[in-house]
């Protein structure tokens, strides 16, 4: 089961760090191999926004890269989405996703007022 928390309502410019917490799943070096944070704007198709690895390796969709910033912390079975200098454009369901099991969390809501 995963849990997103961390979405809200915020400025163009501000900030939000959503969280992803998993207690059932085994975090270590080498389980989850992929965890993937997705969002689902209003009329849109949900996209990939960014996943990391056990390796800690992490893919960004173009539009985020240099101001959203994909972790995990294996000792609080936790993936975190920094989101910084968000813009009107961002709003959207955030979602995030164990892509090995295919589970989704129940989604977060961002909302990114001009």
């Known amino acids: 089961q995963l849990q997103a928390s961390g979405g809200g309502l915020v400025q163009a410019g501000g900030s939000l760090r959503l969280s992803c917490k998993a207690p059932?799943?085994?975090?270590?070096?080498?389980?989850?191999?992929?965890m993937a944070w997705y969002r689902q704007a209003p009329g849109k198709q949900r996209e990939l926004v960014a996943l990391i690895t056990s390796s800690l390796r992490t893919n960004y969709t173009e539009s985020v890269k240099g101001r959203f910033t994909i972790s995990r912390d294996n000792s609080r079975k936790t993936v975190y989405l920094q989101m910084n200098n968000l813009g009107p454009e961002d709003t959207a369901v955030y979602y995030c996703h164990d892509v090995d099991a295919y589970a989704w969390g129940q989604g977060t809501q961002v909302t990114v007022s001009s």
């Open positions: 059932r799943m085994i975090f270590s070096t080498f389980s989850p191999k992929s």
